[in-house]
């Protein structure tokens, strides 16, 4: 158990809806970040925050939007679904010790039919 | 902009075998992390090993060890004694240490196929 914990673990919903994916963070950590994981593919960067602030953008669609939260869950929202959008949805966050890697969470399966 | 690159997409070993992953990386920063992470069919995202770019020596964690070559840009894994539970997707990965704003950058992965 990595203590990053997401809800819902799957989700199916159809195109053109929204959703919302929830994390949160091991205790104490004040770094999430989120990355997609498309059926057979690497993991590609989404988002991070650090304390509630933005800090890095990666390739996010203007469609998808994160927000941390003052307790430090985060949030992902996807919007105008696509079939393209179904994938996995990671959760990770980071401590605060030198070289901390990345611990994660068990995903969120989405499915857009 | 750091890149990984796995070149070798699919690898088999047999049960109790040596096996070697290659990851080469691109950056221009001096002070940074590499990581391998381990991905069974559960889809669980799991730290393998660490290795911090200002030691020398290379990390180890029980029967898997990284051969790090600095100047190569060069992060190799190599699983000892393999186990039918190392079958699993690995992805080597790195991260620049800047502080706050500081995302980790994945490898496309190598499929690990661990046969009797």
């Known amino acids: 158990d990595s203590g990053v914990t997401q809800t819902p673990k799957h989700l199916i919903t159809a195109t053109g809806q929204r959703v919302t994916l929830r994390c949160s963070p091991r205790?104490?950590?004040?770094?999430v970040y989120w990355y997609q994981q498309s059926l057979d593919q690497g993991l590609q960067f989404l988002i991070q925050?650090?304390?509630?602030?933005?800090?890095a953008k990666g390739n996010i669609l203007e469609r998808f939007s994160a927000q941390q939260f003052p307790d430090l869950h985060s949030e992902l929202n996807l919007s105008s679904l696509e079939l393209g959008d179904s994938a996995l949805y990671f959760c990770?966050?980071?401590?605060?010790?030198?070289?901390?890697?990345?611990?994660f969470g068990e995903g969120s399966r989405l499915t857009v039919l | 902009a750091q890149t990984v690159t796995q070149s070798q997409p699919e690898m088999s070993v047999q049960e109790a075998e040596t096996v070697t992953l290659s990851c080469t990386y691109d950056?221009?920063?001096?002070?940074?992390?590499l990581f391998w992470y381990k991905q069974p069919p559960s889809r669980q995202m799991i730290l393998v090993i660490r290795?911090?770019?200002?030691?020398?020596q290379n990390a180890t964690e029980n029967r898997f060890s990284v051969n790090f070559q600095k100047a190569a840009k060069s992060f190799s894994l190599k699983i000892s004694d393999s186990q039918l539970g190392d079958t699993a997707m690995y992805f080597c990965?790195?991260?620049?240490?800047?502080?706050?704003?500081?995302?980790?950058?994945f490898g496309t992965g190598t499929r690990l196929q661990v046969t009797l």
């Open positions: 990770a966050s980071r401590g605060e010790v030198v070289g901390g890697e990345l611990f």
């Open positions: 290795q911090e770019a200002y030691k020398q």
């Open positions: 925050y650090y304390n509630g602030e933005e800090r």
């Open positions: 950056t221009s920063e001096n002070n940074y992390y």
């Open positions: 990965a790195f991260r620049a240490n800047t502080g706050t704003a500081s995302k980790l950058t």
């Open positions: 205790s104490g950590d004040l770094s």
